[in-house]
């Protein structure tokens, strides 16, 4: 028999001590710092710290947004099913259209990725929404394109794609940009990022709490 610890509670008390104990949150405010320290636990790396970039209003923003029904819209359908629905504060609607029957030939008249061919499809939702782009680069790159050429706005943008081809060049434009853009994000610079990191910080915006 092995011995090992199998009270959940206490799992995630010594995991979160653990966290704060390993990792430098002083460049993070305090509501950003409870959003990061989610997104350390899903990475399972205390060093993420220094790559977490927080805008100044985009936690208030995200969490008002939540509150007040906003849709979250995500680029791969493992961002949606990460998404805890017991937290969210409204059931709010949690959307990816990546398997929309009309994705495959809106991505080959673009001459895109699939994934950024279903942020096309966002359309209208994309006003006050919370976005989570976990997966794609060119899903970051696309929805940027569209912000600059008018489109609604979102109250805020979780953009935390991951690899090695355009993940950390979107994520450099998603801050470079999002001031003149008028967007408040999330994000982790560099190559890190995906899924799981992206929903735990959702999961950490749908419902405060001390960790
Ligand atoms: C180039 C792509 C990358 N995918 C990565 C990592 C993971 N992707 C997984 C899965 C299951 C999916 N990836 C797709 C989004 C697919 N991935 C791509 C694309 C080819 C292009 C995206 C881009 O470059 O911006 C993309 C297909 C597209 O046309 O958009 C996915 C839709 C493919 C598919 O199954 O059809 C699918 C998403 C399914 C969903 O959740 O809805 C992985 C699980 C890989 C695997 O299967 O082994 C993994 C998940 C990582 C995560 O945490 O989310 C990268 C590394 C992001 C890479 C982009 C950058 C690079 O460096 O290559």
């Not at 509150?67 to 990460?82: E, F, K, Q, W, Y």
């Not at 006003?127 to 706005?153: E, K, M, Q, S, Y």
Request: with cysteine; charged share 20%.
């Amino acid at each position: 028999m092995h011995d090992y610890l199998t009270d959940g509670a206490e799992i995630y008390r010594r995991s979160f001590a653990t966290i704060r104990a390993e990792s430098d949150l002083s460049d993070l405010s305090g509501d950003a710092e409870t959003v990061a320290v989610r997104m350390i636990h899903a990475a399972g790396q205390t060093d993420l710290a220094a790559d977490i970039r927080v805008s100044a209003r985009a936690v208030a923003a995200g969490r008002a947004a939540l509150r007040s029904g906003a849709p979250i819209l995500t680029d791969a359908n493992m961002v949606a099913h990460g998404v805890t629905r017991a937290r969210l504060p409204v059931d709010n609607e949690v959307v990816c259209l990546l398997r929309d029957p009309r994705v495959p030939d809106l991505a080959a008249e673009l001459g895109t990725t699939r994934s950024a061919a279903a942020v096309q499809l966002w359309g209208r939702k994309l006003d006050g929404a919370v976005v989570a782009i976990g997966n794609a680069p060119t899903a970051l790159f696309h929805l940027l394109d569209l912000l600059a050429a008018g489109a609604p706005r979102p109250a805020v943008v979780v953009g935390i794609p991951v690899g090695f081809i355009g993940a950390a060049e979107s994520k450099d434009a998603l801050v470079a940009e999002a001031a003149g853009l008028g967007v408040e994000y999330i994000t982790v610079l560099g190559r890190r990022g995906g899924s799981a990191i992206t929903a735990a910080a959702l999961n950490a915006l749908a419902r405060e709490e001390e960790l």
